[in-house]
């Protein structure tokens, strides 16, 4: 099973270690730093590295790379999801992920990280669980603990490790019950030069947010079910339930939990909102090259499509761009060769458009490969794939809670090649 | 307020402080002065000084404070075994703490204490534990098992714990359930012999009842275990499929992929026409899919194993194509192997679309990522026959960029389009030799000569593009000096009038000038063979290569068998069975798929069914510039080259004239000949130093080839006796069968033992299944007298008419003479039935292997043969079981063989033999599959004789 944890930053340095066994020692990290150097950016580190005597499997999370460090033959899958388990319990704990925080709070850290392995198995892992073992630190916390002297830690059994419901905790008490769920869908697709969709698909997710007196039994239905075909739960779905009815049946966990996640890839279903019209060109005179790109909305069931920004990496010959957009605003790094566009809001009756030129390198010749336009942007109040929540009621509980559904579409990868 | 402030402290003295305040009688104070040092052990720092003042912390009724010196017991016990022991008490009262938060405490953290002396004071408590009226103690204490185990497995065993942790199977709650089944595998791993994860139906049937109810975590262990048991008939696998299902819909990969393992693995027992089959396969693509859309990492990791789902049933995400079209900031290790999987789910359907992706891939801008988009055209164009004119033109399109990497690619990759495709493309010949001056990489130089040997009788000026290279030949690598050499070979047996020269040249280069023993060989091997028989030298170098098949890399059918068996783990993401690279190889077994059956029928016998079926898809990977000379001397060197007499004085005087004598013939019908040109004979120092062990080397070369198809004979029995005196009167009949040079025989013994003359004899067969038949009759000259014996062979052929015998290889046979008829039944060993054309095509192999049915399959083991692989195939060619390939995978050799009966039924064999162990396995596929078991039996007598 997982055998140690090292954190290191971007500058190399191990700033945390934890050992659930023997202690291996950090030198084995090495290897690593290795394959970092091969790896010309963080991103490329692979994230399965095999020593002579010990797998190192990574993820990078927030400029930082969590490697844990295993010696037998475990499912690599599960060492990286419980990392990512861990980034997100440091998120929740803390607010941000991040090497100071991280320092700040280093014993609550170790501590958490105690309980969520044992030997190298998982023990709790569930936020729920963790905060009623050890509290998170808040400053009105921290005052009281000077004044009084008792601790974050918990003294009582976290009674809910071992109900049928570990995700919830019981006694659970508010003056405000209330559940939102917001519908949120990423659009990832690839648009080829001619405007026309390579790949196109959506990911969508159902977080919640419930805060509800003692033990309610949620159901949620759906307008279009089907939709859903390839759907993955939050353990407290009841999976029969679904099969045979198609409605999400569930006791929740207490706060903040992504109920579900779906994906849709059925061409046909997934709209594409936005087109990007582009003429570049690198053959121009005196080492000039031509540039303009235009967004528009295309299919956005009557939506505004808002926070919209163009992300492009230019070529190496590129020495410098001078452009003028219509609206927002726009950078170029001549070192990155990066050029961001942030266009803010799409007003379908003035198109925003970038226009300019671009100083080529003189005397090479055109470089070998396109540009691709990245592109972020949001549309409030829209689930792209036509999902919508039917109803939702509640049972085992009697009073009546405030219910909220917000929807929302983003782009994924959405990328258009050049 | 915030625990950075635990990393500033004065410089001098900071350990005498932290035991100062250590010390202190302030609670408060003491809990802080633990967290810094907690904060310093963190770092790496070293604070094992202060031990003593820590340990004596541990009394104490503050949750947090006993935690904080735990954690640091645990960190430094190791270093102070002496002291730890102080603690030991404190844990051992804390067992029997009220607060169960507390006994688990204690168990968990006396569990990580790593020292002997401890360990054995953890004993009773744990016992304790294990049996504790709270679950969450009772899932504590299971885990702390496999702890103690880990420092002291004889205790372990001693003390009980494992049939404790066995029972914990059976607990009611979910969760202890799942940790010990966890800590049961891990035990597992380091015993491989012991059974302790002993399954049966009933224990199955709880564990599934457990995989609803248990954490995400809790369903891997279970899922990995459960992948482990193997069902006892179709029913039962289906209904567990049925149950593990579910998991698929899961948010954690790690349980999707684990459940994936079960399904995959216990797909194998369902038979295809079920319904349930198809919905199964349906329900497998979605998640797999699903898994693509997570972080990078665990992307690589999904995709690793889809590359191995996508070997053994590319039918699941054979319309996927699309989720795995390449994102351009997608991570470089996520983008290589997305590109893999494209290629082998490429097919006519989508040729069109995967070509315009990879032409896309190659102007992007990571090198290693366009190198391979490169080769990804190539190998589409041998793959999908439909497209590899689009392919041909995508790459020719490619090459104009003239960017320098993408050139060299795809030179390489054309070169392999030839070996598939020959004769079809090499108009574009004339475009590669425009770039030739911009080769800068040994391969693709290589790749570029190779094209121009190969083609040599269409390009013009070949000579002169071999001789450029010449130039500078011992700056070259040996891959391109291999190849010019055997380029420049082929040129001259196409065109031997104008590049003489050139090839005195290129083997005197290599064979004088280089140090190479390789090249050295290979330029002596031309030497010799162009010198004695020009005309089999161009049977053998410019012989036909056999076509190069579809699939690249794919993974041993076996291998992929059994990593299927290890899908989400380390083994799948390496491709490597966890033998080859888990720690000193403990507790690696073996796992197979299981074999398909189906409910009605009882298993086989564990031995004559260990191994999963072989799915039949045999890889054949394209060569590498240095196979070619394997390639050549393998290849046609069968019965075609009239194996010409090395003469002693052509050994003798090689050194004076090594080409001289063959040009002739290989000239003689052009006039200005060069009979009499003298090639400059190499300098009497070389061939004198190597001379006779080249020319031994090379007889015995011809003397393989010649040996070939004449060796005389398969193995023949000794002669039994087949109608004893007693029975026939008199007449004492033994015999045996055998097979020369394609004929067959039978082998007769004839005593007489009566005291009167025979005379007479006539031998007649009754029908049987092969139609063996006397195809001369029995000619005994002389009249036989008393006391007397004679020996004849009869010739026998197959026309005869023809029943099914049973056993199949039973032969009644009548025999006549003067006294009287007697009859006698013999069973003939099937080995004299095969035939000396039972060499199949490599392509012909792996084309009937996958079709032949596999319940057509039949698994025999033969035991106590202690012979090699090598010895194994000599011998049974000898009999006519050819060998069509051999491979080495993790040690163990595998040949794969066939064999052609006299009535044409072909039979087709899998060998494998591991180096040590006296049994071998062998699998036989026919479309006959009742000859199988005597089929088995003719392998066993020839090996075994």
């Not at chain 2, 996520?334 to 679309?353: G, H, T």
């Not at chain 2, 190539?378 to 960029?401: F, H, M, N, P, Y």
Request: charged share 20%; with cysteine.
């Amino acid at each position: 099973m997982i055998h140690s944890l090292f954190l290191i930053n971007s500058s190399g340095d191990i700033f945390l270690e934890k050992h659930w066994k023997s202690v291996v020692s950090r030198s084995v990290c090495d290897y690593f730093f290795e394959a970092q150097e091969r790896a010309t950016e963080a991103e490329n580190v692979p994230p399965v590295i095999p020593t002579p005597h010990h797998y190192l499997l990574s993820v990078y999370r927030h400029k930082i790379f969590f490697v844990a460090v295993i010696q037998t033959e475990v499912p690599p899958l599960f060492v990286i999801e419980f990392l990512h388990r861990v980034v997100d319990t440091f998120q929740d704990y803390f607010g941000v992920c991040s090497e100071p925080v991280i320092k700040d709070n280093v014993v609550v850290v170790y501590e958490v990280l105690e309980e969520m392995l044992d030997n190298g198995f998982p023990l709790a892992t569930e936020s729920n669980i963790l905060k009623e073992l050890i509290k998170p630190p808040t400053i009105l916390r921290t005052v009281v603990n000077t004044i009084t002297g008792s601790t974050n830690v918990g003294d009582q059994l976290p009674t809910g490790q071992l109900s049928v419901v570990p995700w919830r905790r019981t006694g659970v008490k508010y003056t405000n019950n209330e559940a939102y769920f917001d519908v949120i869908e990423e659009i990832d697709a690839i648009i080829d030069k001619s405007g026309s969709t390579i790949t196109a698909e959506i990911q969508g997710v159902i977080d919640a947010c419930v805060k509800l007196t003692g033990m309610p039994d949620l159901t949620l239905s759906f307008m279009n079910p089907r939709l859903l075909d390839d759907v993955s739960f939050h353990p407290c779905v009841r999976f029969k339930r679904w099969e045979s009815e198609r409605i999400l049946s569930f006791i929740p966990p207490d706060g903040n939990f992504r109920l579900l996640s779906y994906h849709v890839s059925a061409q046909n279903l997934v709209a594409i909102p936005v087109y990007v019209k582009h003429s570049i060109s690198f053959r121009g005179s005196n080492s000039l090259g031509r540039f303009e790109i235009t967004v528009g909305p295309k299919q956005t069931m009557g939506k505004t499509i808002e926070g919209v920004t163009v992300l492009s990496q230019m070529p190496r010959g590129v020495l410098n761009m001078s452009l003028t957009p219509s609206q927002g605003t726009h950078t170029f790094d001549p070192v990155t060769k990066m050029l961001s566009w942030d266009v803010g809001k799409i007003n379908p009756q003035k198109l925003p458009s970038l226009k300019g030129t671009m100083s080529l390198q003189a005397g090479a010749s055109k470089p070998d490969e396109n540009p691709t336009i990245n592109l972020q942007f949001k549309i409030q109040q829209l689930a792209i794939s036509g999902l919508k929540v039917n109803r939702l009621d509640m049972y085992g509980e009697k009073y009546k809670p405030f219910k909220g559904i917000k929807y929302m579409t983003k782009a994924g990868k959405f990328q258009v090649r050049t | 307020m915030t625990d950075s402030k635990y990393f500033t402290t004065t410089k001098k003295g900071e350990i005498f402080e932290l035991k100062a305040e250590l010390n202190s009688d302030k609670k408060e104070k003491k809990k802080e002065a633990v967290k810094k040092v907690i904060a310093s052990m963190t770092v790496g720092k070293d604070v094992s000084a202060l031990f003593p003042d820590v340990v004596n912390c541990m009394q104490t009724d503050n949750l947090e404070l006993k935690k904080l010196v735990y954690l640091y017991l645990m960190n430094y016990a190791k270093s102070q075994p002496d002291m730890a022991i102080m603690a030991v008490n404190t844990f051992v009262k804390d067992c029997e703490d009220p607060n169960p938060l507390i006994r688990a405490l204690a168990v968990r953290t006396m569990g990580c204490i790593r020292v002997d002396k401890i360990t054995e004071y953890l004993c009773e408590p744990l016992r304790k534990c294990l049996k504790d009226e709270d679950p969450y103690v009772r899932k504590t204490a299971a885990v702390c098992v496999a702890k103690l185990h880990d420092i002291n497995a004889q205790l372990v065993e001693d003390q009980g714990f494992l049939d404790t942790l066995k029972d914990l199977i059976s607990d009611s709650n979910p969760m202890v359930v799942a940790n010990a089944v966890a800590a049961l595998s891990e035990i597992a791993e380091s015993h491989p012999s012991s059974n302790l994860l002993d399954l049966n139906p009933q224990s199955i049937n709880k564990l599934l009842t457990a995989l609803n109810e248990c954490t995400e975590w809790g369903q891997i262990f279970i899922l990995d275990c459960l992948a482990n048991y193997t069902p006892k008939d179709d029913r039962e696998a289906q209904s567990i499929c049925e149950r593990v299902t579910p998991r698929l819909s899961h948010a954690n990969s790690a349980v999707v992929l684990s459940a994936v393992k079960v399904l995959m693995k216990f797909m194998e027992m369902l038979s295809k026409d079920l319904d349930y089959y198809g919905t199964l396969l349906k329900k497998l693509a979605p998640p797999l899919v699903t898994l693509l859309s997570a972080e990078p990492e665990l992307q690589y990791v999904a995709l690793r194993n889809i590359n191995l789902i996508v070997q053994k049933r590319p039918e699941i995400l054979k319309h996927e194509m699309k989720v795995f079209f390449v994102k351009y900031n997608d991570p470089i290790y996520v983008k290589l192997e997305k590109l893999d999987i494209m290629i082998r789910l490429a097919s006519q359907a989508n040729i069109a679309q995967v070509l315009a992706e990879l032409k896309e891939y190659a102007t992007e801008v990571d090198v290693d990522f366009v190198r391979k988009a490169v080769r990804a055209i190539g190998r589409c164009a041998i793959k999908v026959e439909q497209s590899a004119e689009r392919c041909v033109s995508t790459l020719l399109d490619l090459i104009q960029t003239k960017v320098n990497y993408v050139v060299q690619e795809a030179i390489v990759v054309i070169k392999d389009i030839f070996r598939k495709y020959p004769n079809k493309y090499e108009s574009v010949i004339a475009t590669l030799c425009e770039n030739l001056d911009s080769l800068d990489e040994p391969e693709a130089r290589a790749a570029m000569i190779w094209i121009v040997g190969e083609y040599a009788e269409r390009i013009d000026n070949a000579d002169e593009l071999l001789e450029s290279f010449l130039e500078g030949f011992h700056d070259e690598s040996t891959q391109v000096q291999l190849q010019l050499l055997t380029a420049i070979v082929k040129l001259f047996l196409k065109k031997p009038t104008e590049t003489q020269e050139l090839v005195q040249q290129v083997l005197s280069l290599a064979t004088q000038d280089s140090d190479n023993p390789d090249l050295r060989d290979r330029g002596y091997i031309y030497w010799r063979l162009l010198s004695t028989d020009p005309v089999a030298a161009k049977e053998v170098v410019l012989a036909e290569k056999p076509l190069i098949s579809e699939e690249t890399d794919l993974i041993e059918p076996t291998l992929l068998d059994e990593l299927i068996c290890y899908i989400g783990t380390l083994a799948s993401v390496y491709h490597k069975p966890p033998s080859a690279f888990v720690e000193g190889g403990r507790g690696v077994v073996h796992k197979s798929l299981p074999p398909r059956t189906a409910s009605n029928e009882s298993t086989e016998s564990p031995e004559t069914a260990p191994a999963g079926a072989p799915t039949g898809e045999q890889p054949d990977v394209i060569p590498t510039q240095g196979d070619l000379l394997g390639d050549l001397l393998n290849l046609d060197l069968g019965p075609p080259v009239s194996g010409p007499p090395l003469t002693t004085s052509s050994v003798q005087m090689g050194a004076v004239d090594l080409l001289g004598g063959g040009l002739d013939s290989l000239m003689g019908d052009e006039p200005e000949g060069i009979g009499d040109t003298n090639f400059g004979a190499p300098p009497p120092a070389a061939p004198a130093r190597v001379g006779a062990p080249i020319g031994s080397g090379l007889s015995d070369l011809f003397d393989l080839t010649s040996g070939v198809g004449t060796l005389s004979g398969s193995y023949v029995p000794p002669k039994a006796v087949w109608l004893p005196a007693m029975k026939a009167k008199g007449l004492e009949i033994s015999g045996t069968f055998t097979r020369q040079v394609g004929s067959i025989s039978m082998d007769l013994q004839l005593t007489n033992k009566a005291l009167q003359v025979m005379t007479d004899f006539a031998i007649q067969f009754n029908r049987n299944s092969f139609g063996l038949a006397p195809a001369a009759p029995l000619q005994v000259h002389a009249p036989l007298s008393p006391n007397q014996t004679v020996e004849i062979s009869l010739p026998l052929n197959t026309v005869g008419s023809v029943m099914k015998m049973d056993p199949l290889n039973n032969l009644q046979v009548a025999v006549k003479n003067n006294i009287d008829i007697f009859y006698f039944s013999t069973l003939y060993p099937l080995h004299i039935l095969f035939v000396e054309d039972g060499k199949m095509d490599r392509q012909m192999f792996l084309a009937t292997w996958k079709d032949i049915p596999n319940e057509n399959e039949a698994q025999f083991q033969i035991r106590d043969c202690s012979l090699n692989a090598e010895a194994v195939s000599t011998k049974l060619q000898s009999s006519n079981i050819f060998t069509i390939a051999k491979r080495n995978v993790e040690g163990q050799d595998m040949l794969y063989q066939s064999l052609k009966l006299t009535n044409g039924i072909w039979v087709l064999a899998e060998l494998r033999i591991q180096p040590g162990n006296p049994s071998f396995m062998l699998s036989l596929k026919c479309r006959a599959p009742e000859v199988s078991q005597h089929v088995y039996q003719a392998y066993e007598t020839i090996l075994k004789n």
